[in-house]
Antibody, heavy 120, light 111 residues
């Protein structure tokens, strides 16, 4: 079945970096985009970024642009998101999802989420 | 403050019909960008409920439906069931921000 499996929880200190992985299976990886969405504790969903698994083109939310990098490894059908210079307000559950923010099909498959805690 | 505006909460008794609104602007919903709805049960990842304003993915009951008018969209849920108690989010694309945007979310309580 189609699924996205994310890497495990992370605890980081302020100023550090974190890299979250998202491994796809059950479909042809390069035929769909991958988006990243995060959810701070008790808060709503926040769109972060999008990457074309085919071309590598990216688009980042203005709020986090400059501190985040998305990449893909088509040989392993895995997408990665790295967030640098972590702050306490980066503490959230990070989700990868299949699909783009501007597409007509929505984000139809979601990973299980990766908890990132930023604390000194 | 979210770009797309949703009511924080709605409620209804089992069997009733409820609607959740999502209001945008001329740079997102009004510009013709598709709106999608997601259901998030407590402690779980969001699930695509409606895509392209009014389409249901396979497996989503026809009790859920979407509609669009101008710069607003609505999610309607008929025949409310206890299992529908969840948070609901609308999502679209905003050309001014050049990014995806979500509504603030609506908590549905089944009385």
């Amino acid at each position: 079945q189609v699924q996205l499996v994310q890497s495990g929880a992370e605890v980081k200190k302020p100023g550090a970096s974190v890299k979250v992985s998202c491994k796809a299976s059950g479909y042809t990886f390069i035929t769909y985009d991958i988006s990243w969405v995060r959810q701070a504790p008790g808060q709503g969903l926040e769109w972060m970024a999008w990457i074309s698994a085919n071309s590598g083109s990216t688009n980042y939310a203005q709020k986090i642009q400059g501190r985040v990098t998305m990449t893909t490894d088509t040989s392993t059908s895995t997408a990665y998101m790295e967030v640098r210079s972590l702050r306490s307000d980066d503490t959230a559950v990070y989700y990868c999802a299949r699909g783009s923010s501007s597409g007509s099909l929505g984000m139809d498959v979601w990973g299980q989420g990766t908890t990132v805690i930023v604390s000194s | 403050q979210s770009v797309l505006t949703q009511p924080p909460s709605v409620s209804g008794a089992p069997g009733q019909r409820v609607t959740i609104s999502c209001t945008g602007s001329s740079s997102n919903i009004g510009a013709g960008y598709d709106v999608h709805w997601y259901q998030q049960l407590p402690g779980t990842a969001p699930k695509l409920l409606i895509y392209g304003n009014n389409n249901r993915p396979s497996g989503v009951p026809d009790r859920f439906s979407g509609s669009k008018s101008g710069t607003s969209v609505s999610l309607a849920i008929t025949g409310l069931q206890a299992e529908d108690e969840a948070d609901y989010y609308c999502q679209s694309y905003d050309s001014s921000l050049s990014s995806g945007v979500f509504g603030g979310g609506t908590k549905l309580t089944v009385l």
